[in-house]
């Protein structure tokens, strides 16, 4: 049986290398619930502010809705040095992006591609707005798969290039007691990249 990553570890370890620094983060969310646990953790570390953007939310009232939960959650739980940026609303965006994967079930090939719509939104308005760190809410949600969305972090123009990122970043992560296998996958992927 493969040894899960124990995430809650991995950021022990990148915290601690932060010292008395607070970096600017900015934390894309999608509702208020699943703020709350990363807040909670994050405020002590980071000068946070929330980005809001989901332009899978259907329909406009529900988008509309949690964002107004996000903002209440923010506001009474974290009143001083969080702020919230709701960003633009364009469920077009999502439908595009998504066109031919219509069928796809929950948790399907079309959240893949959702997520890297948000994540990519993310990392450009992180780059935009002189952030240090950019990092999501979806990876905690349990209606979402974590590893997926950690996956769509490593992104390049072809495959090969997606591979080198997520690998080259996996090299990075270190903590006391660490055990990785770094071969899992490796060889499908790259026969996979081959025929591209």
């Known amino acids: 049986m493969a040894t899960q990553l124990n995430f809650?570890?991995?950021m022990d370890a990148?915290?601690?290398t932060l010292g008395d620094a607070r970096?600017?983060?900015l934390l894309h969310a999608c509702c208020g619930p699943c703020s709350s646990a990363v807040l909670e953790q994050l405020c002590q570390y980071f000068e946070i502010t929330v980005l809001y953007y989901n332009p899978?939310?259907?329909p406009a009232e529900e988008y509309h809705r949690r964002g107004e939960e996000l903002k209440k959650f923010v506001a009474a739980a974290h009143p001083l040095g969080v702020t919230v940026v709701e960003d633009h609303y364009d469920?077009?965006?999502f439908y595009s992006a998504v066109t031919g994967l219509e069928n796809e079930p929950e948790r399907g090939s079309r959240c893949t591609v959702c997520y890297r719509l948000r994540m990519r939104r993310a990392a450009q308005y992180a780059a935009e707005h002189g952030f240090d760190w950019f990092t999501t809410t979806l990876?905690?949600?349990?209606?979402?798969?974590?590893g997926r969305v950690l996956g769509v972090?490593?992104?390049g123009p072809r495959l090969t290039n997606a591979l080198s990122h997520a690998y080259e970043a996996a090299e990075k992560i270190s903590?006391?007691?660490l055990h990785k296998r770094s071969d899992i996958g490796l060889r499908a992927l790259k026969a996979l990249a081959e025929k591209q």
């Open 8 to 10: 809650a570890q991995q």
């Open 14 to 16: 990148v915290l601690k």
């Open 23 to 25: 970096p600017r983060l």
């Open 56 to 58: 899978n939310t259907w």
């Open 91 to 93: 469920p077009q965006e």
């Open 139 to 146: 990876s905690i949600s349990p209606h979402k798969d974590a």
């Open 153 to 155: 972090t490593a992104t």
């Open 175 to 177: 903590f006391e007691k």
